[in-house]
């Protein structure tokens, strides 16, 4: 490699997470690669480490989602738990109370894309069983 770019970064970010992903993995935590920045020469990114209970959950957002989870008409019980939306299946990943048209976050079920909805539209949807 001569200099970094976009296109040989994101060859290499792809390798990057899947270290991080077996290290995490290792020690029983969650590691995610964060924002960056980049030059011809070198190339920086932040590195977050989450604790991660016995189902994979972020401990810090189920804290996150017991305390602020009120303020939008949901129960402590529903993170983690699972909503129909457009025939696709979410599940709820935690809650962010700075973004109040969107606060809820979760993970579509099928691909783990994450996704953010209003708290009305969770709290109206069909819960899985």
Not at 16 to 38: D, W
Request: aromatic fraction near 10%.
């Amino acid at each position: 490699m001569k200099q970094f770019d976009r296109a040989n970064l994101k060859a290499l970010e792809f390798d990057l997470e899947r270290v991080l992903a077996a290290v995490g993995a290792k020690h029983g935590i969650k590691i995610e690669r964060k924002s960056g920045r980049f030059s011809a020469s070198q190339f920086s990114f932040m590195v977050e480490a989450q604790i991660i209970d016995e189902s994979g959950a972020s401990v810090a957002e189920k804290d996150k989602w017991d305390l602020y989870c009120g303020m939008f008409g949901l129960e402590k019980d529903q993170f983690g738990t699972i909503f129909y939306h457009s025939r696709d299946a979410y599940e709820i990943t935690g809650v962010n109370p700075r973004a109040p048209k969107f606060p809820i976050n979760a993970k579509r079920v099928s691909d783990g894309r994450l996704m953010r909805f209003q708290a009305g539209s969770v709290r109206s949807r069909k819960l899985a069983a």
